[in-house]
Every structure is written in C-alpha cells, then in structure tokens.
C-alpha cells in the first residue's frame, strides 16, 4: 500500500500498491479520479461550488426487509434507494461539514450533488472513485484537481481499487459509523428537510 494513499474506511482490500492519486478524462465532458481518503471532502467542496442550483442525491443499500418485500415482487438481486434533497450552495457545504466524513468513509454508500439548471454532476461511487461531469467542458474541474497535484493519466493508465480486484485480492465494502451515527440516521435527518425517496435501483 502506498504510504500516501488512505483508503475509506468502509473498504479494506489487500493489495492497492498500483493505484495512486490520479484522474482521466474520458470524454469531453466525463472525468474519473481516485484521490486518497483523507483528501476528498475537501475536493468535493471545492467541486460543489460549480454546480449551479444544485441538488444533493444518495444510494443506499435497501435493508434485509426492503429486499424480502422486492423479493416477492419478483425484483431479485441488490437494491440500493435513491433520495434527492434541492438544496443552496450553504447547504451542500453544510451536508459536506456535518455528514461529509461519515458519507465518504461509508464503504456501501454512493452520494453527489447535480445541477437543476446545467447538466453538471460530482458524484462519489464505489471504490472511491468520484466521477465529474460537465457537458462539454471538464476545464474547471480540471483546475480544482491540479490545484491538489493530483496526476492526470491517459484512460488506459488510470487504474482504480476495483480494477484490481481478483480472487487472490478481494475487497470487503461495509457500513460505517460515525459519532453514533450511520447514512440511515443521516437519511432520517434530512427528511425532516425535505429529502425524499425517488427511487428503487439495482445496485451496479
């Protein structure tokens, strides 16, 4: 393991000595980066800054009974629920100060924040890879990531924790807690704000 590059705690996996930090544009619009732990919610408040009218969205694993009651239905495999919350650029950074550690250490949840007006978004997937969309233009999001001296790869050089995945390397992805609490707390706390459950995915 590099001695510079902290994996979330929610994930432990033997041998990640070929990743370091690094991002790859793969298109016009599409970046991928893969930053160490401890350097993530300072880029995602950085990020959050450039998406206009935003609004906050997380994924998270149904639970035992969720998955019993899709089972029934027919709808079989992992499920994870999907909230939205419209929210001000105070908020995404309060979310990001008051949740920001518990979310991004969470080995089981996905989260970011999209645009109502632009087709912008920065979101947090699995592995601890986070990916940034603009349509058409990456520049800004490029400059945030260079400010941090993290290396831009071609694609077929960047190399991401579940890249490396194999049966002599696996990885264990759980829930986390942080100060007593888990993303479930966190997702009944912003209901009283007006988080609200949009959808049912499979999870992928």
């Not at 419209?86 to 989260?111: H, K, M, P, S, W």
């Not at 264990?172 to 959808?199: A, P, Q, S, W, Y």
């Amino acid at each position: 393991m590099q001695e510079n590059f902290k994996i979330i705690e929610g994930l432990s996996i033997a041998d990640i000595s070929e990743v370091r930090p690094s991002y790859a544009k793969f298109s016009d619009s599409e970046i991928q980066c893969i930053v160490s732990a401890e350097r993530i919610k300072a880029i995602f408040k950085r990020a959050v800054k450039l998406v206009k009218k935003p609004y906050f969205f997380i994924e998270v694993p149904c639970t035992d009974a969720q998955e019993s009651e899709l089972l029934n239905k027919g709808e079989s495999g992992a499920h994870m629920q999907l909230y939205n919350l419209e929210v001000t650029q105070e908020v995404a950074n309060a979310i990001l100060e008051r949740y920001g550690d518990l979310l991004i250490n969470d080995g089981v949840t996905n989260f970011g924040f999209g645009s109502l007006e632009t087709e912008t978004e920065i979101y947090a997937m699995p592995f601890q890879t986070i990916m940034l969309y603009n349509k058409n233009d990456t520049s800004s999001f490029e400059k945030i990531l260079k400010q941090d001296n993290i290396t831009e790869l071609k694609p077929e050089k960047f190399i991401t924790i579940d890249s490396l995945l194999s049966k002599n390397n696996p990885a264990d992805r759980v829930m986390v807690e942080f100060n007593g609490e888990t993303v479930f707390d966190v997702i009944e706390n912003l209901k009283e704000v007006g988080l609200t459950l949009c959808d049912t995915i499979i999870e992928g």
